[in-house]
């Protein structure tokens, strides 16, 4: 395994680092956009990061809240970065990693437990797949689905918690028909644009367990300049993210 160390202020201004093992998975933009449209309220004591990967969702989090960062992720070799990240950066009292399957995780723990629960999940469908490895669990729905993600929020949600996630807008539909079964009422929705004349490849949406109807849409969030740049703030992302 090669290991290399990105700094997390060269992307966003904060003072991080991150393990990453650069030939298997390195975390991707999407998971810097869920991390950078999550609002926490002041109150929030219990998050839950369900496939954390190699941390830098929580360690992002960490900054906007003193609340304690539940971070679950059932690859061995990204929880081991996962962890050693932590420890690199302190915050070892903050966020507490799991190496285990999130579906044996949520039953072993209490109901209404958590105030916000944030996930980037592997949204790509099964039909691939002759290869297993890393990479493929965490990018192709064969071990999490949404149904898998909707049940598990809508028990570990205290009452008027909140679900934040990133998916395929070409799944919107799908995905708010499986939140609204499980009492999860989308209440915010972002789409993410390639090209401001482009359609939306992502949406970031958040939903709140036995939520109020009432919708807002946010303005779109486009990547690509159109000459094909990226804009600024992106392009330090990606440029930094190896």
Sequence with gaps: MVEKMIRLNDLLGYNLKIYQDSENFCFSLDSVLLADSVKIKKNTTKILEIGSGTGAVSLILSLKTKATIDAVEVQK????????????????????????????YFVEHKNNYYDKIICNPPFFGEKILNKINGKTIARHDISLTMEDIALISKKLLKNGGSLNIIYDSKRLFEVLEIL???????????????????????????CVKNGNPGLKIEPPIIIYNDDGSFKEYYKKILEDRN
Excluded at 83 to 97: D, T
Excluded at 184 to 204: G, M, P, Q, V
């Design 180 to 206: 609204t079964t499980n009492n999860l009422i989308a209440k915010k929705l972002t789409f993410i644009h390639s090209y401001s004349n482009k359609e939306a490849s992502r949406f970031l949406l958040e």
């Design 77 to 104: 070799s990204l929880y081991q970065l996962l962890k050693k990240s932590i420890l690199y950066n302190n915050l070892e009292k903050q966020i507490i990693p799991y190496n285990v399957d999130i579906k044996e």
